[in-house]
């Protein structure tokens, strides 16, 4: 069976995610995936994108809003996209989307089925009760409206999925993974919690079984007998939930000191600074790759490989591709390319046994976590430095290209730097 591993509530946003990002949104979620399957398997794939905060974190390093509810659209159609010329390599599906895609989910899950030999039938039945949970039995104010679910070859699972509050202007997402209990009704969840709102209806508590009895007994025994017990109902105390990770986006569009931990990102800049870019560019055999580059690097190999107490700061890696937005920058669009040349070449390469690259990308996370008491720029100073040079990498928005700061000489384009 299945238990929610955890939950995230964001600000709504709107827009659309533009193609120039989408297609580069993909081409990087299929190679951090494969460099996952590669390392790992896929059961770990399965498990972080199971937790909130590494899921914000895929959707930030992939220059999408930072805080924002279309992190969850954006990410998910990125790897139903990039995933599906290698899925059956993988042995991953992802299947369902938002809105009318979600309602395509058993049907997609009956294909998987037919292409893996997996009895499709418990899938469904799984998909649909997960969204019944989360809709109905867990009544929270969110209504249900994208639900993804991601199949591995084997029968394991993962589900993502996201309600709205359009009163509150907030999305709440929820993380599903096929490990652990053997209800969906008993804790499936083992705790709901967030900033107390208002009463909210859990019939998915161990401690609401007398309650869900209740429930039939009373549509078996007809309407009299609901209007008899409504007129004994008392109020009763509100039960005291464990907690689960919970994830909490901010509703400004600035990325903030307090959203990022300095530490981690003086340690990314660190490792860049340690791999000299001429030694780099020799053990990586891929051209063109320098200094800024390399600080992308080594925070995409974060999202591969980190542990999950490293991920409590998502917005952190929005500073490694910047923001379709402008926030915290333009999409450096020159470095976003390297950084998918190099890792699509690593991966490419560890599928014909030459591992090298692909360690060599590992060896950035690991320098990072071990110079994790350097000291660097603060954000601020970071962000501003970024949007400085925002036209010397290419940089984009929604909005158009970066231009040159007032008063300075735009560079020839053959001095356009990675």
Not at 195 to 224: H, K
Not at 254 to 269: F, G, I, Q, Y
């Amino acid at each position: 069976m299945g238990q929610r591993t955890g939950r995230a509530d964001l600000p709504l946003h709107g827009g659309r995610v533009p193609p120039w990002l989408s297609s580069r949104m993909a081409k990087l979620g299929r190679v951090i995936v494969e460099a996952i399957v590669i390392h790992e398997g896929r059961d770990a794939v399965l498990r972080r994108l199971s937790h909130p905060f590494w899921f914000q974190a895929l959707g930030c390093v992939m220059g999408m809003d930072w805080h924002s509810s279309g992190i969850t659209t954006s990410v998910l159609g990125a790897l139903k996209r990039g995933l599906d010329p290698v899925k059956d390599e993988l042995g991953l599906y992802v299947c369902g989307g938002r809105g009318k895609q979600s309602r395509k989910t058993p049907s997609e899950l009956v294909v998987v089925g037919e292409r893996t030999g997996l009895d499709a039938a418990p899938l469904v039945d799984t998909s649909r009760l997960v969204a019944k949970v989360d809709n109905t039995a867990v009544q929270d104010g969110f209504q249900i409206y994208l639900h993804s679910m991601i199949v591995a070859a084997d029968g394991k699972w993962t589900v993502v999925q996201q309600g709205m509050d359009g009163d509150r202007g907030e999305a709440r997402r929820y993380h599903w993974l096929s490990e652990g209990l053997e209800s969906f009704v008993d804790d499936p969840h083992e705790a709901i919690d967030g900033d107390n709102r208002g009463a909210i209806v859990n019939l998915a508590d161990r401690r609401a079984r007398p309650a869900r009895d209740g429930c039939l007994a009373l549509v078996g025994e007809g309407p009299s007998r609901v209007l008899a017990s409504l007129r004994e109902l008392a109020p009763a105390p509100e039960p005291q939930l464990e907690l689960l990770p919970h994830l909490t986006m901010p509703h400004h569009h600035d990325v903030r000191p307090k959203d990022v931990v300095e530490r981690r990102l003086w340690a990314s800049l660190a490792a860049a600074d340690a791999a000299a870019p001429e030694d780099f560019e020799s053990l990586l055999l891929v051209p063109g790759v320098g200094p800024r580059t390399i600080a992308s690097l080594a925070m995409v190999s974060e999202v591969v490989h980190g542990a999950p107490s490293r991920f409590t700061d998502p917005a952190r890696f929005s500073l490694a591709h910047g923001g379709k937005d402008g926030h915290p920058f333009p999409v450096p669009l020159a470095v976003y390319d390297a950084t998918i040349r190099v890792w699509k070449d690593a991966v490419s390469a560890a599928r014909l046994g030459e591992s090298d690259r692909l360690a060599a990308l590992e060896r950035l996370d690991r320098e990072a976590r071990r110079v994790e008491a350097a000291s660097g720029p603060s954000v601020d100073a970071y962000i501003e430095k970024e949007r400085r040079d925002a036209h010397l990498y290419k940089g984009r928005t929604v909005f158009g290209w970066a231009e040159p700061p007032q008063n300075s000489r735009a560079p020839a384009r053959s001095a356009i730097r990675e």
